[in-house]
């Protein structure tokens, strides 16, 4: 087996063959213990069958621990400056793709076409740069990407609300579109000292699988998390008073949602951290044909 990049002494050493400097602004802090590598990737159950795709391969630390382990891994990495480092470092292996993108913008239900098409299963496994976790995961769940599941590293304080329930103080909007389709929990926490450049917070590896059925039919996903939304922009005003404000029209349509409240069973004096995915489903279908 190659010899790991992921150790203080070969990631230094890469970093100054290649004159790297970091970028704050694109996230960019690398693992440097092999042991926290193997952890998360076992989390991912990789095999020959199934295919990954990375965000951020940095210098390949996670990239080539995925390579052993899965059929294919295709990564993408905004920083270019990055990609004559990764065609060195990860020359020994065959089945990685580097692409040099921001995947905020790839288009990546044509990639998994182009680059997937005989895989069982495909999984996301990524250190995401912390500026950007919300974004890269929405977009995977809202475009409907035929992922199974996702392990990623993120802030630890982002995946306690990924993965709050309800009647918590982390649970808002964020664990109810993420929660409405991947069942969710934290697989590890992870201590600053195993990053370089270090990260100022606490990190955790999330761990998303694919709910075999969603909890509840809704008539709009999209105004489903409008609703959900409105309803925690003051945590402590009830959520008959948030949606007054949030929902278009504001104010004058006070009846409507009143009516609403009465058809989907929900008292309108409750705060939005009490109610469930299911009960913020029934208002959302009971607000739709009004408010939409
Ligand atoms: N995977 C490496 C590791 O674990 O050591 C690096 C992880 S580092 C936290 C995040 C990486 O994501 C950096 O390489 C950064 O350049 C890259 N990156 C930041 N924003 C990105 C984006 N929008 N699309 C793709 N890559 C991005």
């Given at each position: 087996m190659n010899k790991d990049i992921a150790t203080p002494k070969r990631t230094k050493e890469i970093l100054e063959k290649h004159g790297f400097s970091f970028k704050k602004s694109l996230g960019q802090n690398f693992l440097i213990d092999p042991n926290v590598l193997e952890n998360i990737v076992s989390?991912?159950?990789?095999?020959?069958?199934v295919g990954v795709i990375e965000i951020?391969?940095?210098?390949g630390a996670l990239t080539e621990h995925l390579a052993r382990k899965a059929g294919k891994v295709v990564a993408y990495e905004?920083?270019?400056?990055?990609l004559p480092v990764l065609e060195d470092t990860l020359?020994?292996?065959?089945?990685i793709k580097v692409i040099h993108q921001d995947v905020l913008e790839a288009n990546l239900k044509q990639m998994i076409d182009e680059e997937?098409?005989?895989?069982?299963d495909i999984v996301v496994v990524a250190n995401l740069p912390y500026y950007v976790t919300t974004p890269i995961i929405m977009k995977f769940l809202l475009e409907r990407?035929?992922?199974?599941?996702m392990i990623i590293m993120m802030q630890k304080e982002v995946a306690d609300r990924i993965t709050a329930l309800p009647g918590?103080?982390?649970?808002?909007s964020l664990s109810i579109a993420i929660q409405y389709y991947m069942d969710a929990s934290v697989a590890m926490i992870v201590p600053k000292?195993?990053?370089?450049?270090?990260?100022n917070v606490e990190s955790a590896v999330l761990k998303l699988t694919r709910k075999e059925q969603l909890p509840a039919k809704v008539n709009d996903e999209d105004f489903l998390f409008q609703v959900s939304k409105g309803s925690f922009v003051?945590?402590?005003?009830t959520i008959l008073n948030n949606l007054q404000t949030s929902?278009?029209?504001?104010?004058?349509?006070k009846e409507s949602i009143l009516a609403a409240f009465k058809e989907a069973d929900?008292?309108?004096?409750?705060?939005?951290?009490?109610?469930?995915i299911e009960e913020f489903a029934r208002l959302s279908n009971a607000l739709y044909s009004d408010f939409s």
């Open positions: 989390h991912a159950e990789l095999t020959e069958q951020g391969p940095g210098i905004i920083d270019g400056r990055l020359s020994p292996y065959n089945n997937f098409k005989d895989f069982k990407i035929p992922i199974t599941g918590t103080k982390a649970y808002g000292t195993v990053f370089v450049p270090q990260p003051q945590r402590r005003k929902l278009p029209d504001g104010k004058t349509k929900i008292d309108p004096r409750r705060r939005g951290e009490t109610l469930t």
